[in-house]
T-cell receptor, first 113, second 111 residues
Framework: ETGVTQSPTHLIKTRGQQVTLRCSSQ?????VSWYQQALGQGPQFIFQ???????GRGNFPPRFSGLQFPNYSSELNVNALELDDSALYLC????????????FGEGSRLTVL | QQQVKQSPQSLIVQKGGISIINCAYE??????FPWYQQFPGKGPALLIA?????SEKKEGRFTISFNKSAKQFSLHIMDSQPGDSATYFC??????????FGRGTSLIVHP
């Protein structure tokens, strides 16, 4: 069974640029969610995708957007990067029953200069 | 608004000691309370979880104590080991199945 994989693991961008982060969900998991984890903080919910549609969103501006593909993989796009966007971005998948247990990837560390 | 409050922010324990991390929640609609463990450079991983129909759940050295009336729950790590050194997050989940996380506790267990 393949776990959640994310790419890239690290990246550096400058303010105003755009970034795309990618995630492959765990086998059999059809729901993918994205979290932002700032240094020393808990994960903050960005949004969730189920059957290729966004079905939940946290308190993040519209410049944070996403996609889910038919194979359940997902992308997180952030436009007009700001310094405060520097964080670890975590992707998590859940089982179809949605018990609340999340299976996290190792994250993409984004630094905005 | 912080819906799940976690304390302490950091904790240092000697090997063999008991580590205790506390969380409190506000929303009575929460009905699932997981704890996640995160090692440096890794994503969080589910450690243990409890539902409010029981007051305690034990898995090996890890125990969750749950007080529904006080809206509090805690993680106890018995016989703490250096390998337990990690950041621990409590969370609360309601009908949306989207967890609300606490801010985390950095645990260091000295040999």
């Amino acid at each position: 069974e393949t776990g959640v994989t994310q790419s890239p693991t690290h990246l550096i961008k400058t303010r105003g640029q755009q970034v795309t982060l990618r995630c492959s969900s765990q086998s059999g998991h059809n729901t993918v969610s994205w979290y932002q984890q700032a240094l020393g903080q808990g994960p903050q919910f960005i949004f969730q995708y189920y059957r290729e549609e966004e079905n939940g969103r946290g308190n993040f501006p519209p410049r944070f957007s996403g996609l889910q593909f038919p194979n359940y993989s997902s992308e997180l796009n952030v436009n007009a990067l700001e310094l405060d966007d520097s964080a670890l971005y975590l992707c998590a998948s859940t089982t179809p029953r949605g018990t609340g247990e999340l299976f996290f990837g190792e994250g993409s560390r984004l630094t905005v200069l | 608004q912080q819906q799940v409050k976690q304390s302490p922010q950091s904790l240092i324990v000697q090997k063999g000691g008991i580590s205790i991390i506390n969380c409190a929640y506000e929303n009575t609609a929460f009905d699932y309370f997981p704890w996640y463990q995160q090692f440096p450079g890794k994503g969080p991983a589910l450690l243990i979880a409890i539902r409010p129909d029981v007051s305690e759940k034990k898995e090996g050295r890890f125990t969750i104590s749950f007080n529904k009336s006080a809206k509090q729950f805690s993680l106890h790590i018995m016989d703490s080991q250096p390998g337990d050194s990690a950041t621990y997050f409590c969370a609360a989940v309601g009908g949306s199945y989207i967890p609300t996380f606490g801010r985390g506790t950095s645990l260091i267990v000295h040999p």
